[in-house]
Structures are given as structure tokens and as C-alpha cells.
């Protein structure tokens, strides 16, 4: 008889194979072989054949060694090709082969791939994700074809390799083949690893700058929302002043260029900075004046006077109409143009007056 694993003629009494040590009754019982029952009466040869009979004889009876032959041959090479598969895929190759839909692959996504070492696929399904991101749906339905298609998309893969691997060792016997199968197969945690590192470190950076700046709303908020116990010192770049007790930060926004910051109290008397750097585009406080200052055709309008405080000239003027009074002051020094409103809705403007005086003596330039 001969071993159905290698294909080499052995001793029907004996129990493993001298050339490659496979067990021979379970290679028989594997592809449920059972040996025909001897037939005891003795053939009855025809010694005086003729040339005919053994011409026919030989026609009619020698395909079915021929068929018995390629049968073997195919066995062995089918169980061989099973048990390369087999070494390289690890433990779980009975599972992966008889599975129609993988749930790792479903649930872990490029990372079960790279697991598997399919790292290019892997990749692509990275990029796909990323152009993606931004349509569930689509990505949901792709991931479910992908783990219908992994086995077949694995075992395809494992048999390009197995067949380079076979060709790369040609005339190598079964077992050290088998060896190479299992070495370049298996499975791989590095990458995996190093992506799910990556992945928690941006999750754990975004969610301490989410938390920063929640913390700086928070305070923010709170700056902006506290009623001022006592005077309060400020300053926008080169120009320092001083805020009552009493008001309230209401607003500020700082910015390359141009920097806005305002104040008010329970009393409605509200002040009103801005500062523009570098502000060239305006030749002097009255060409800032006419360009910025809106007035209606009913209010009353002051001239465009000057004002020394601590010993710098600004230029203001007064707008009153039936439901405020606001006064500007604009002071244009170093290139840098700096804009004051102060503006009270009202009716008693003495109740703001004292508040406003402080702040606008309180105007210095420190250069």
C-alpha cells in the first residue's frame, strides 16, 4: 500500500511511515479509506492467452491503475496543501475556514488585518476610513463586506504566499516547507500596538485640550460675569486705565490687530475700547471720526474738540439723542490708534459721571 500523506510505498503491517512519520491509520481513516476484503479463491490464469485477449485485457483493465494513480497523487498533494494553510495560519485555522462571517474583522476593523499581516490591505481600509469618516452608513456597509469577503480575501492571499514559498524552495522536503509556512504565517501584535498607542494618545491629548479649554471658558466666564469689587487696572498694549468698582467685563477679544474690550454697570453706563496697531491707514483722529462715527439726521452733535489727559491730546466728540449720550475720544500715537466710547442710556447721566471721569483721568500711554 502506500502513505496517503507522502505518497511513498510502505509495509501493510506497519503503524507510521519510515519517510515522513505520518500515522497511517489516520491518514486512512482522514479520507475514509477501507480496504477491500481479500478475496481468498485463487484467479484463474489462462497461461495460453493470445495476443488478442492480452491486448484487450490491457485495454479494458489499465486506466483503473492509471486512475488509482492520479487519485493518490492528488490526495497527498491536497492534504500537503491543507496542512501548509493549516501552519500558516495558527490555532484558529479550523475556525477561519468553516466561518462565513468574521467577527473580529467586523468589530476591529484595519486592525484585525495588520493582525493577520495583511498590511496592505490594511492600509487601504485605513485611507478608505479617513475619506469616510464623515459617512457612516458607508463605512458601516463597507465594514460588513469586508468580513463577509475576509476569508476568502485571506485565503487567497496565504495561497500566493505558500505557492512563492513552495517555489522559493523547491526540492525541500515536506516538513521543512511546512516550517517556512509557519514562520512567514501567523500572527503579528507590533503594529496593532503601535496604532492603538497612537490612537490613545490623540484621544488622551484631545481630551486634555478639550478639558483646558473648558477650564478657561469656565473662567473666562466667571471673569466676565464678576461685578467688580474695587478699581480694577487694565491695559491694551501701550495704553493703561482703570475700571470703577462696580462694572462688569462684558466682553473682550484680543487679536493680532485690532482689540476690543468693554464694560457696564446695573446703571447702564457702558464703556467701550478699541485699539487698532498699526493703523496707518488713518491720517489723524478726525479722519477716524468722520469715517467711523454714525449719526442721525435728529441728533445733537458737539464739534470736534481736543482734551488733554495726562499730557496727551485726544479728540472727542458728543452725540445725544432722546435715548443716550455718548462721547468719543480717539487718540492716534506710535502708528496705533486707540478708540474710547463711553455712552449712557440713562436719563440721569449724573448717575454715570462720576464712574466716567475716573476712567478717563485714569487714561496714561507708557511707551
Not at 158 to 180: A, H, M, P, R, V
Not at 353 to 362: H, L, M, V
Request: glycine content about 2%.
Amino acid at each position: 500500500m502506500y502513505c496517503l500523506r507522502c505518497g511513498s510505498k510502505v509495509d501493510n503491517k506497519i503503524e507510521y511511515c519510515p519517510h515522513c512519520g505520518a500515522n497511517i491509520k489516520e491518514e486512512l481513516s482522514r479520507y475514509n479509506y477501507i480496504p477491500k476484503e481479500n478475496n481468498h479463491t485463487q484467479p484463474t490464469i489462462n497461461l495460453n492467452q493470445s495476443h488478442e485477449e492480452q491486448f484487450n485485457y490491457s485495454k479494458n483493465y489499465s486506466h483503473i491503475k492509471i486512475e488509482n494513480e492520479l487519485t493518490n497523487t492528488n490526495i497527498i498533494k491536497t492534504s500537503k496543501d491543507d496542512d501548509y494553510f493549516k501552519a500558516y495560519i495558527g490555532n484558529n485555522y479550523e475556525k477561519i475556514k468553516n466561518s462565513t462571517f468574521s467577527l473580529p474583522c467586523f468589530l476591529l476593523g484595519p486592525l484585525y488585518l495588520f493582525y493577520r499581516k495583511l498590511y496592505t490591505i490594511g492600509s487601504i481600509w485605513i485611507i478608505f476610513s479617513i475619506v469616510f469618516i464623515s459617512n457612516p452608513v458607508l463605512y458601516f456597509i463597507s465594514t460588513i463586506i469586508m468580513a463577509v469577503s475576509f476569508k476568502t480575501i485571506y485565503f487567497n492571499y496565504i495561497s500566493k504566499k505558500i505557492t512563492k514559498i513552495k517555489n522559493s524552495y523547491q526540492g525541500l522536503d515536506y516538513e521543512t516547507i511546512k516550517n517556512k509556512c509557519q514562520k512567514s504565517g501567523g500572527t503579528s501584535l507590533i503594529l496593532p500596538t503601535i496604532i492603538i498607542t497612537i490612537i490613545l494618545m490623540i484621544i488622551i491629548s484631545t481630551v486634555i485640550i478639550i478639558i483646558d479649554n473648558i477650564n478657561k471658558d469656565l473662567k473666562t466666564n466667571v471673569e466676565k460675569n464678576k461685578i467688580l469689587k474695587e478699581d480694577q487696572n487694565y491695559n491694551i498694549n501701550e495704553l493703561y486705565y482703570t475700571i470703577p468698582k462696580g462694572f462688569t467685563v462684558n466682553y473682550s477679544e484680543d487679536n493680532q490687530y485690532h482689540i476690543y474690550r468693554s464694560y457696564y454697570n446695573n446703571n447702564t453706563c457702558d464703556i467701550y475700547l478699541r485699539a487698532i496697531l498699526n493703523a496707518d491707514y488713518y491720517e489723524n483722529e478726525i479722519d477716524y471720526i468722520n469715517s467711523m462715527i454714525n449719526v442721525n439726521i435728529n441728533d445733537e452733535i458737539s464739534p470736534v474738540s481736543t482734551i488733554f489727559i495726562n499730557n496727551n491730546e485726544w479728540t472727542y466728540l458728543t452725540v445725544k439723542n432722546n435715548y443716550s449720550r455718548q462721547t468719543t475720544y480717539t487718540l492716534k500715537t506710535n502708528d496705533n490708534l486707540y478708540n474710547i466710547e463711553i455712552n449712557s442710556t440713562n436719563e440721569n447721566i449724573s448717575t454715570c459721571q462720576s464712574s466716567f471721569d475716573k476712567f478717563i483721568n485714569s487714561l496714561t500711554i507708557k511707551k
